[in-house]
């Protein structure tokens, strides 16, 4: 984790450089409660993570993601989250629905074309993202859902190791990533969760 923390920056958290053009959020949804983070992206793909934590409701996560305004180092104008994506991950949810038509559901009053479903996908794809449209509820039900929804279908492999290249890369390096001076080890744990072996 020393290594992974090497990766901080002298930016406080929730403060975006000025270099930043557009703000990402990533949620990622628990059994209870919402674990998300929020990047800075700038024109050249340079990164750095301004915010992170744990939500416990649906409308923490409306919160965060409609509401939240975060200040430029400049003091004078701040950034809203441009786009966000929220994993639909399945499970059992309360009174045997799926987390997943959890997340429609809330996707569908809520994502005001800033929030978008994404779902990981373990086999190879030709593009790392490409996106599907579900017209029904997963599960027992098989709900229609009228109009469709648009979830995006992420080669999970290939963002993994780019990724991972980033972390690697130097701040002369393209695309180097950062992290606030305020990152801790727990978030570094949630990195080194992963790992990569070979079948």
């Known amino acids: 984790s020393a290594d992974i923390l090497k990766r901080k920056c002298e930016i406080k958290p929730g403060i975006v450089p000025d270099e930043a053009i557009v703000l990402t959020c990533g949620i990622d949804v628990q059994k209870m409660g919402f674990y ?19 939500l416990v409701s649906w409308q923490d996560v409306g ?12 003091g004078k104008t701040s950034l809203p989250i441009w786009r966000a994506a929220v994993d639909t991950g ?10 997943t038509e959890e997340i429609y559901t809330w ?24 996106h599907s449209v579900i ?6 039900t ?3 859902i009228p109009g469709g929804i648009v979830i995006f279908l992420l080669d999970t492999d290939k963002l993994k190791e780019d990724f991972f290249w980033r972390l690697s890369n130097t701040d002369t390096d393209p695309q180097p990533m950062h992290f606030h001076s305020e990152t801790d080890e727990s978030y570094a744990k949630h990195i080194l969760a992963e790992e990569k072996r070979r079948k």
């Open 63 to 74: 919160d965060l993601v409609f509401m939240t305004q975060y200040q430029r180092q400049d």
């Open 142 to 144: 098989g709900q229609v």
């Open 90 to 99: 399945g499970g059992v949810a309360d009174e045997g629905w799926s987390k």
């Open 107 to 130: 996707l569908r009053g809520n994502g005001r074309g800033v929030a978008w479903g994404i779902k990981g996908i373990s086999r190879p794809n030709p593009q790392k993202i490409r």
């Open 36 to 54: 998300y983070t929020v990047w800075a992206w700038s024109l050249n793909l340079e990164s750095w993570l301004i915010d992170y934590g744990f």
């Open 135 to 140: 017209d029904k509820m997963p599960g027992k």
